[in-house]
T-cell receptor, first 112, second 112 residues
Framework: DADVTQTPRNRITKTGKRIMLECSQTKGHDRMYWYRQDPGLGLQLIYYSFDVKDINKGEISDGYSVSRQAQAKFSLSLESAIPNQTALYFC???????????FGQGTRLTVV | KNQVEQSPQSLIILEGKNCTLQCNYTVSPFSNLRWYKQDTGRGPVSLTIMTFSENTKSNGRYTATLDADTKQSSLHITASQLSDSASYICVVSANSGYALNFGKGTSLLVTP
């Protein structure tokens, strides 16, 4: 089983719909992150969480929200999806030293 | 603001040739630097980690160097293979803040 699991792997949704991307990890890490990646661009941080009760905005949080339901679970929501949110989304975890990040396999989201 | 700059943005080399990718950073206080390999559509995977006291570290055909004084790192790939075609991302961790600072990556294409 993968250390960091994202669901769904692929999703096509319509403009205006609410969608949730889920991430779970078995690494036992405190820190979890959500990134988006657009073609030809680097990873951009959306939100991050250092603990269950800790939520922090990243570089591009507008239009997104997150929930840290447990140490192992961190979900990303798009309240009202728009086409420019079409991208590849990655969840990642790291330990308290902020060292190696372990990434999920990604969720390819298409908003039509 | 912590920044990580990578060059070149993209690179095309012939199979069997060597290449060097560059990473300059302003992250402070510095904790460690990692190089990740990201295959198309997949999550990044760690190749090497460098701490402040390390100058060189190898992982097979990959050799990373770090000059903490000038805040520069390089990733040297020897005898390139077609499977080396990927994006290579430099990630610098700080001892404070959200800790993971990503470069935008270098896209490497190895051709026959």
């Amino acid at each position: 089983d993968a250390d960091v699991t994202q669901t769904p792997r692929n999703r096509i949704t319509k403009t205006g719909k609410r969608i949730m991307l889920e991430c779970s990890q078995t690494k036992g890490h405190d820190r979890m992150y959500w990134y988006r990646q657009d073609p030809g661009l680097g990873l951009q941080l959306i939100y991050y969480s250092f603990d269950v009760k800790d939520i922090n905005k990243g570089e591009i949080s507008d239009g997104y929200s997150v929930s840290r339901q447990a140490q192992a679970k961190f979900s990303l929501s798009l309240e009202s999806a728009i086409p420019n949110q079409t991208a590849l989304y990655f969840c990642a975890t790291s330990d308290r030293t902020g060292g190696q990040a372990f990434f999920g396999q990604g969720t390819r989201l298409t908003v039509v | 603001k912590n920044q990580v700059e990578q060059s070149p943005q993209s690179l095309i080399i012939l199979e069997g040739k060597n290449c060097t990718l560059q990473c300059n950073y302003t992250v402070s206080p510095f904790s460690n630097l990692r190089w990740y390999k990201q295959d198309t559509g997949r999550g990044p995977v760690s190749l090497t980690i460098m701490t402040f006291s390390e100058n060189t570290k190898s992982n097979g055909r990959y050799t990373a160097t770090l000059d903490a004084d000038t805040k520069q790192s390089s990733l040297h790939i020897t005898a390139s293979q077609l499977s080396d075609s990927a994006s290579y991302i430099c990630v610098v961790s700080a001892n404070s803040g959200y800790a993971l600072n990503f470069g935008k990556g270098t896209s490497l294409l190895v051709t026959p």
